[in-house]
């Protein structure tokens, strides 16, 4: 897979770009960006000029990379829109962003919105062939819908994804869907046929230093379980009450997840499924937050290398995750060591897993050396 090209086409940078993030578009802080080019249709056949035309203009702070977005629409009563859950709304109008802090075309963290402010988030390697909508990041959105169709306001903080201090080049790629006509259009032009999504992705001149995020995230829990047999006894807890806290921390290119008897009762829970067939196991996707940090690592053409759903409710457990590269080469070794759940039907066993993942990407050319590892171990002692 060739490196993308270099676009001619730098993101301006300022100190404070003084951007209210409420889909007006009308700040005096838009002065300073710059627009991108005109999009060109991807489908439903490519390389035209789209009946639909998009303006994107981008900035830059120390803070965050803002982009304004115009949708232009003659029939905005038509638009395909709604309120919904998180990463739910995937088939309305939407202006997807793909951001590639790196820029080198090997994963990107992607940014929709609807027009009514529906947000959705993931992450696209290069070897994908979808987004993987289980990673949820910190970001901010607002639209608005005129007569003319519809405007956004998108801010993605530095700290949200994991950078270099010195941005000299990003990867970007802004595509907008429009399905009550099936017309996509990308800036810059992409084509359905190319393999790797990510490698027709526009490398612009980055914003230049900014500062790396070393603010630590501190989540306290306290819960309280009670049932007809005593006290809960999916967490660690004293009388039934259980405290627990997890703490994030990104300082740049790194990240570290430390989590001591950390609770899943928030997330999502799995939808039902009807096992009908002995023979092939029932999958249910991974959505604790422990577990998502650098698990696109374990994905591959033939499928997810390791299924961290085995592994039940941790006590304690420890996650870092490292990149390093010039954008020629990419490394990345997340671990963790969550302990396991006691479980009844082990007669009071305790389990133990550790798992360690890597990559490391180099281009040469028009062509890629691409290799990943992967290792998985268990321990389950039986206490008698």
């Given at each position: ?28 802080g ?36 803002y982009?304004r ?33 790196a ?22 390697t ?14 901010d ?13 998108i ?19 802004v ?7 099936g ?8 084509n ?10 526009g490398?612009?001149?980055?914003p ?21 047999a ?27 997840v ?52 085995s592994i039940g ?6 996650r870092?995750?490292?990149?390093t590269?010039?954008?020629?080469s ?14 009844q ?16 990407t ?12 992967a ?10």
């Open positions: 897979m060739p490196m993308p090209p270099v676009q001619a086409l730098s993101v301006p940078h300022v100190d404070a770009a003084h951007i209210v993030v409420d889909g007006e578009v009308s700040d005096a838009w002065a300073n960006a710059v627009a991108l080019p005109a999009f060109t249709t991807s489908a439903p056949e490519p390389g035209l000029t789209p009946a639909f035309q998009t303006d994107v203009t981008v900035l830059s702070d120390d803070k965050a990379l982009l977005i115009v949708a232009h629409d003659p029939e905005p009563r038509k638009l395909r829109t709604g309120l919904g859950r998180r990463d739910a709304r995937m088939y309305d109008d939407l202006v997807t962003v793909y951001l590639d802090p820029g080198t075309g090997q994963r990107a963290w992607m940014f929709a919105v609807n027009p009514s402010g529906a947000r959705l988030d993931g992450i696209r290069a070897t994908a062939s979808m987004d993987d909508y289980a990673w949820d990041g910190r970001w959105a607002a639209t608005r819908i005129s007569q003319d169709g519809w405007t956004a306001e801010a993605i903080p530095w700290r949200t994804v994991r950078h270099a201090s010195d941005v000299d080049t990003i990867g970007l790629l595509m907008r869907d429009v399905p009550r006509t017309e996509e259009s990308t800036w810059p032009a992409t359905p046929q190319t393999p790797g999504f990510l490698s027709e992705e490398v612009i001149g980055g230049g230093k900014v500062p790396r995020s070393a603010g630590v995230d501190v989540i306290p829990e306290l819960t309280f379980g009670w049932n007809e005593g006290p809960d006894s999916e967490r660690w807890t004293v009388e039934g009450i259980g405290p627990g806290a997890t703490v994030h921390w990104s300082p740049g290119t790194a990240s570290l430390a989590a001591v008897n950390p609770d899943f009762a928030q997330v999502e829970s799995d939808t039902p499924q009807i096992a009908t067939n002995r023979r092939y196991a029932l999958y249910f996707e991974e959505k604790r937050p422990f577990f998502l940090d650098g698990q696109e690592a374990f994905q591959s053409p033939a499928g997810d290398l390791v299924y961290t759903r409710v941790p006590r304690y457990g420890v870092a995750t490292q990149e590269g010039n954008g020629r990419q490394r990345c070794t997340p671990w963790t060591q969550p302990p396991g759940r006691r479980s039907r082990m007669a009071g066993g305790a389990t133990m897993s550790w798992l360690a993942r890597s990559r490391w180099r281009s040469r050319g028009c062509g890629e050396i691409s290799a990943r590892g290792m998985s171990a268990s321990l389950a002692p039986t206490v008698n």
